[in-house]
């Protein structure tokens, strides 16, 4: 039989206990370091988040702002959108068309009648050269200018038909409207200013008197008559080819005006309101004193 020794059996049972011990208290301080980490990364992470959370504040305050800073703005600037810029177009050439009517060649222009074409002239204006008719009006004494490319403005002379048509117009009985003279002055500058040959004799025909004096007229009645009596005038002129007197004579034919015996009346006015005598005077009875 083996001897049995206390010592070492109990030397073999604390020991056991102590290990037990250490372990457990290893245990415990790795246990509270992994919590202390733990806290810290939460700690962390809420910092973190904190300051995410304060960013994306800030970020959405300053969005804000300028969002209310745009919109102030655009209020202010609300007159200027709405106002129309005017659009710039830079032009290098003029646009070129074919020269319809030629050197010397006679021309209506309809806000000053007819004229004759003097020169083809190439002109700088603003760094472009612009090729232009020159007209010569002799009626008035005056020159103008045309571009080539608005040269649908002008009009050839009229046809030796439409002359004829025009004084079978002339022949017609006389259309006056009843609306106010205004009105009608209106719509007769506008035929004379559209440079038309039909609506030109339109307007003699209805603002002609005859054979009545002229004197009857209004002024300005008058002055619309003469201006479309006179383009048609030196319109007729060179298309007949005849002189001025004759195709005044067959103008006023047409109109069955007799401009001489107008004269001869106006005349005979004149000497009628010098031949009246004048009103016999009473005598004054300035020396006789009034008795008292």
């Not at 102030?72 to 032009?91: A, G, H």
């Not at 054979?211 to 007729?236: G, N, P, T, V």
């Amino acid at each position: 039989m083996k001897k049995i020794n206390l010592k070492s059996i109990l030397k073999k049972t604390f020991k056991k206990k102590k290990i037990k011990k250490v372990v457990k208290q290893k245990k415990k301080i790795a246990n509270k370091k992994s919590l202390k980490k733990d806290l810290q990364l939460k700690k962390s992470k809420v910092t973190k988040k904190k300051l995410s959370n304060k960013k994306n504040s800030l970020k959405v305050d300053n969005k804000t702002k300028k969002k209310e800073e745009g919109i102030k703005t655009e209020s202010l600037r609300i007159n200027k959108n709405n106002e129309q810029k005017p659009e710039i177009k830079k032009i290098k050439k003029q646009e070129t068309e074919k020269k319809i009517y030629k050197m010397k060649e006679y021309v209506v222009y309809p806000k000053h009648g007819v004229g004759q074409i003097t020169e083809l002239k190439k002109i700088n204006i603003g760094g472009i050269d612009v090729e232009t008719y020159i007209l010569r009006f002799e009626k008035d004494k005056a020159t103008g200018m045309v571009p080539i490319n608005k040269q649908s403005h002008l009009r050839p002379l009229a046809t030796v038909n439409q002359v004829n048509k025009c004084i079978s117009i002339l022949k017609g009985k006389p259309k006056i409207k009843r609306s106010m003279w205004s009105r009608r002055a209106q719509e007769y500058e506008a035929k004379i200013s559209s440079g038309k040959i039909y609506e030109l004799a339109e307007v003699v025909r209805d603002l002609n008197k005859g054979d009545d004096l002229m004197i009857d007229q209004s002024y300005s009645e008058r002055q619309l008559f003469e201006k479309a009596y006179e383009r048609l005038l030196s319109e007729f002129n060179i298309v007949l080819g005849n002189s001025l007197e004759e195709t005044q004579k067959k103008l006023d034919k047409a109109l069955k005006r007799n401009l001489e015996a107008q004269k001869a009346k106006i005349e005979k006015k004149s000497e009628n309101q010098n031949n009246i005598e004048p009103d016999e005077i009473e005598e004054s009875s300035i020396d006789n004193e009034p008795l008292e």
